[in-house]
T-cell receptor, first 110, second 117 residues
Framework: QQPVQSPQAVILREGEDAVINCSSSKALYSVHWYRQKHGEAPVFLMILLKGGEQKGHDKISASFNEKKQQSSLYLTASQLSYSGTYFCGTADNYGQNFVFGPGTRLSVLP | NAGVTQTPKFRILKIGQSMTLQCTQDMNHNYMYWYRQDPGMGLKLIYYSVGAGITDKGEVPNGYNVSRSTTEDFPLRLELAAPSQTSVYFC????????????????FGAGSRLTVL
């Protein structure tokens, strides 16, 4: 069963912050975040493994609450290059059957 | 190092025709995946493979078949194409299971855009 993401879409001005949420009805062993630009393939951003773990990538960071089966992606001081669709992804406990959430479309305006 | 290569990039099929989408990776990855992405939508897992000779169904396997005779190749076969199969198809691979290890991330091909008329 695929994870759920919210919101479906976000429109920001440059420099503003955004949060994208990902949750699952089943136990999560890890959460992965990918970004896809229009007309391109998805590109890996980061993986979170342990409950409560946080990671950062430039001004993009994420947290993972294993108990709540949730992950959040934080985009700080957004740049035009952050525009795209963000997907969270999860696998089963064998690391197989990797499925994506429906995506969150992020638009950063000048 | 080419990564994941998909062919063809574009294809138009008539209803009822069959075709094979090719996917090859040169990274010695064990795991390979096929996803489809309908316009404006997310990625749906069609089939995946954890090694040569081993395949398993994903979320939307109906109307497709796969085989994995070598580590490098993972072709996707469409039998009796239908308009509902109009989509962009992405092949991806990873060294091992998609877990917390930094090595086991998905590397995607550029995609194959298929239109069924």
């Amino acid at each position: 069963q695929q994870p759920v993401q919210s919101p479906q879409a976000v429109i920001l001005r440059e420099g503003e912050d955004a949060v994208i949420n990902c949750s699952s009805s089943k136990a999560l062993y890890s959460v992965h975040w990918y970004r896809q630009k229009h007309g391109e393939a998805p590109v890996f951003l980061m993986i979170l493994l342990k409950g409560g773990e946080q990671k950062g990538h430039d001004k993009i960071s994420a947290s993972f609450n294993e108990k709540k089966q949730q992950s959040s992606l934080y985009l700080t001081a957004s740049q035009l290059s952050y525009s795209g669709t963000y997907f969270c992804g999860t696998a089963d406990n064998y690391g197989q059957n990797f499925v994506f959430g429906p995506g969150t479309r992020l638009s950063v305006l000048p | 190092n080419a990564g994941v290569t998909q062919t063809p990039k574009f294809r138009i099929l008539k209803i009822g025709q069959s075709m094979t989408l090719q996917c090859t990776q040169d990274m010695n990855h064990n795991y390979m995946y096929w996803y489809r992405q309908d316009p404006g939508m997310g990625l749906k897992l069609i089939y995946y493979s954890v090694g040569a000779g081993i395949t398993d169904k994903g979320e939307v396997p109906n109307g497709y078949n796969v085989s994995r005779s070598t580590t490098e190749d993972f072709p996707l076969r469409l039998e009796l194409a239908a308009p509902s199969q109009t989509s962009v198809y992405f092949c991806a691979s990873s060294y091992g299971g998609v877990d917390g290890s930094g090595a086991n991330v998905l590397t995607f091909g550029a995609g194959s855009r298929l239109t069924v008329l």
